[in-house]
C-alpha cells in the first residue's frame, strides 16, 4: 500500500454536517497531499503539507480543512461549505525520487 | 507557472496496435515529468519519469516517453497495447512543493 493508509473507503455526508477523512503514513516522510478527482477533471490539489503544523492551499481549497499535528496524520475535513463534496478523495505521500504514493482512497457521497 | 495539458480525453486501439497518449507542458524552469496510470478499482501507479537526465524515458510495462523541449511535450507511447493496458492515464508536471496533474486520457483497448 506504499506506507498510506486512508479510511473510511466510502463516506456519506448530510446536508449541513462536516466530515473528516483520515489519512496516515507510516514511513515517516514529510510531505502529504489531499487530491480531489471528478471524472474527466484529473486530479485537483485541494492542500499539501510539507512539514509538522505547516500546510498551504492548493487549487481547490475552499470549503476543505486540514491539520497536521503529528508527521504520520493528515485528515481532511469536508466541511459544510462545500456545496459540491461528491467525488474521491486521494491521500498521497513523497517518497524517495519525487515519486507520489497513493492511499486507496475515499468515496464521499451526499444523503 | 507549472501546468500540463493532456490533448485527448479518450483514445482506442485494437490491441497489438502502438499507443500514443499526448502531453504538453508549461514550466518556467527545467521541469520533472511524470506518467501515472490508473486501472479501474486501483491505486494510482507511477510508470515513469523524466528529471533531465536523458530525453527518452523508459518505464514499465514497456511505456517510454520523449521529452521534448522545442515542442513542450511529453507523449507516452507503446509500440503495442495489451488488454491489460485499459486503464486511466495521467501526466504530471512537478512545480515547487507540489505535483500538478492533467485532466486524464482514458485508453480504450479493442480486442
Known amino acids: 500500500d506504499g506506507g498510506i493508509t486512508q479510511s473510511p473507503k466510502y463516506l456519506f455526508r448530510k446536508e449541513g454536517q462536516n466530515v473528516t477523512l483520515s489519512c496516515e503514513q507510516n514511513l515517516n516522510h514529510d510531505a502529504m497531499y489531499w487530491y480531489r478527482q471528478d471524472p474527466g477533471q484529473g486530479l485537483r490539489l485541494i492542500y499539501y503539507s510539507q512539514i509538522v503544523n505547516d500546510f498551504q492551499k492548493g487549487d481547490i481549497a475552499e470549503g476543505y480543512s486540514v491539520s497536521r499535528e503529528k508527521k504520520e496524520s493528515f485528515p481532511l475535513t469536508v466541511t459544510s461549505a462545500q456545496k459540491n463534496p461528491t467525488a474521491f478523495y486521494l491521500c498521497a505521500r513523497d517518497g524517495s525520487n519525487e515519486k507520489l504514493f497513493f492511499g486507496s482512497g475515499t468515496q464521499l457521497s451526499v444523503l | 507557472a507549472q501546468s500540463v495539458t493532456q490533448l485527448d480525453s479518450h483514445v482506442s486501439v485494437s490491441e497489438g496496435t502502438p499507443v500514443l497518449l499526448r502531453c504538453n507542458y508549461s514550466?518556467?524552469?527545467?521541469?520533472?515529468l511524470f506518467w501515472y496510470v490508473q486501472h479501474p478499482n486501483k491505486g494510482l501507479q507511477l510508470l515513469l519519469k523524466?528529471?533531465?537526465?536523458?530525453?527518452l524515458v523508459k518505464g514499465i510495462n514497456g511505456f517510454e516517453a520523449e521529452f521534448k523541449k522545442s515542442e513542450t511535450s511529453f507523449h507516452l507511447t507503446k509500440p503495442s497495447a495489451h488488454m491489460s493496458d485499459a486503464a486511466e492515464y495521467f501526466c504530471?508536471?512537478?512545480?515547487?512543493?507540489?505535483?500538478?496533474f492533467g485532466t486524464g486520457t482514458r485508453l480504450k483497448v479493442l480486442a
Open positions: 523524466y528529471t533531465s537526465a536523458a530525453t
Open positions: 514550466s518556467s524552469y527545467s521541469p520533472s
Open positions: 504530471v508536471n512537478s512545480g515547487t512543493y507540489k505535483y500538478i
